[in-house]
């Protein structure tokens, strides 16, 4: 069982940055892709980025690439998402994803991933 709490969502202007954060739980994290998925009222859930089990692979929506970073930290069981240049498009709940089955390759289709967090909110107003 792995338990996902994010954190840092907000209300911020246009242009502006935020950080996302995402504590999970569980002995093997290292071994999982993380994953930054994003859900606006009254659309799908679409991939934003994730990251490989040792931090070294990332894969990013085209819609986000240069302005979205993914990291992690083993060390403290967390991964982190910046955001900046934000865009009142951006606007949407937001939720950390994790893959446990040892992945070759990162998914970026939400079926892929087994655990969920809750979700934060960000808005980006124009």
């Known amino acids: 069982q792995v338990e996902l709490v994010e954190s840092g969502g907000g209300l911020v202007q246009a242009g502006g940055s935020l950080r996302l954060s995402c504590a999970a739980s569980?002995?093997?994290?290292?071994?999982?892709?993380m994953a930054w998925f994003r859900q606006a009222p009254g659309k799908e859930r679409e991939f934003v980025a994730a990251?490989?089990?040792?931090?070294?692979?990332?894969n990013y929506a085209g819609s986000v690439k240069g302005r979205f970073t993914i990291s992690r930290d083993n060390a403290k069981n967390t991964v982190s998402l910046q955001m900046i240049s934000l865009k009142p498009e951006d606007t949407a709940r937001y939720y950390c994803?994790?893959?446990?089955?040892?992945?070759?390759?990162?998914?970026?289709?939400?079926?892929?991933?087994?655990?969920w967090g809750q979700g934060t909110q960000v808005t980006v107003s124009s």
């Open positions: 994803a994790a893959d446990t089955t040892v992945p070759r390759t990162l998914k970026p289709y939400a079926s892929a991933y087994d655990y």
């Open positions: 569980g002995r093997t994290f290292s071994r999982y892709a």
């Open positions: 990251i490989s089990g040792n931090g070294v692979i990332t």
